[in-house]
C-alpha cells in the first residue's frame, strides 16, 4: 500500500537555484544516464543483505560482483566503479547514481558536458521524451521483476516551478533499506538533479522517515 504524499515548502537555496535556471532557460536540458541492467540490478538486490556498516563485507561483496575499485576518471573519486561504468559512493552504505539531468553553460555550474562524455554512458538531448523519469521507471521495474512492487512508494513536490515530483521507491531487505529516487546533484551544489540506488542501514522494525526527511536520509 503507497504511502501518503506529502507536498513540501521549499528554502531559500531552492528558489535561488530556480532563478538560476531561468537566466540559463535557453540551453537546452540534457540526460546522461548509464543503464542498470538485469544482472547488475540482482547484484545490487544480493548486496542490499549485507551489513554494510563493515567495511570488509562491502568491498568483498564489490570485488565478487566484479566492481574495480581503481577510479577511472581519477577526479570523481568514487568508492567503487561497476563494469557498466557506474560511479558507486558511500560511508556505511551504497549510493549508485544512473542518471543526471542538467544544461551546459560556460557561467554554470556546469560548464561542459562532463556526465555524458563518461565510458558506458549515453546522453538525450530529446526535449519531447521524459528520459530521466524514464531511467528512474526502467531500473524501478527491475527491482519489482525481481523483489516485488516496493514496500514504499513516497511522492512529494520537490520545486516550485516544476511539474515533476521526487519519488521514493523503496524495499525492505532485513536490516537495509534498497531505494531508487531521484535527489540534488552535489557535484552541480544542489542546481541539478540526479536519480540514484541507494543500500543503506534500516532495522526491520524501524518506521521509514517521514517524507520531508527522506532528501537527507538518503544521501551519501
Known amino acids: 500500500m503507497p504511502d501518503e504524499p506529502l507536498d513540501l515548502d521549499l528554502d531559500e537555496d531552492e528558489d535561488e537555484n530556480d532563478e538560476d535556471e531561468d537566466a540559463y532557460e535557453d540551453d537546452p536540458w ?12 540482482a547484484q545490487l538486490v544480493e548486496m542490499a543483505e549485507l551489513d554494510w556498516t563493515d567495511d570488509d563485507a562491502g568491498r568483498q561483496a564489490l570485488t565478487d560482483a566484479g566492481w574495480r575499485s581503481r577510479p577511472l576518471p581519477d577526479d570523481l573519486d568514487g568508492t567503487a566503479y561497476t563494469p557498466a561504468g557506474h560511479v558507486g559512493y558511500g560511508d556505511d552504505c551504497l549510493f549508485l547514481p544512473f542518471a543526471y539531468e542538467y544544461y551546459v553553460h560556460p557561467a554554470g555550474a556546469m560548464a561542459e558536458d562532463f556526465w555524458g562524455t563518461l565510458p558506458g554512458w549515453q ?49 525492505r531487505r532485513g536490516s537495509n533499506a534498497l531505494v531508487v529516487a531521484p535527489g540534488l546533484d552535489p557535484f552541480s551544489y ?22 520531508d526527511e527522506l532528501p537527507d536520509f538518503f544521501i551519501w
Not at 30 to 41: F, Q, R, T, W
Not at 123 to 150: C, I, W, Y
Not at 197 to 207: F, K, S
Open 123 to 171: 546522453r538525450s538531448t530529446d526535449q519531447e521524451t521524459d528520459t530521466f523519469n524514464d531511467q528512474l521507471d526502467a531500473v524501478a521495474a527491475q527491482f519489482t521483476t525481481l523483489l516485488g512492487p516496493p514496500d514504499h512508494d513516497v511522492s512529494h513536490d520537490r520545486r516550485p516551478h516544476s511539474n515533476g515530483v521526487w519519488r521514493y521507491r523503496v524495499w
Open 190 to 211: 544542489s542546481q541539478f538533479e540526479h536519480a540514484f540506488i541507494q543500500i543503506r542501514p534500516l532495522p526491520a522494525d524501524a518506521p521509514l522517515p517521514p517524507a
Open 30 to 41: 540534457i540526460v546522461a544516464y548509464c543503464p542498470v541492467g538485469p544482472e547488475l540490478a
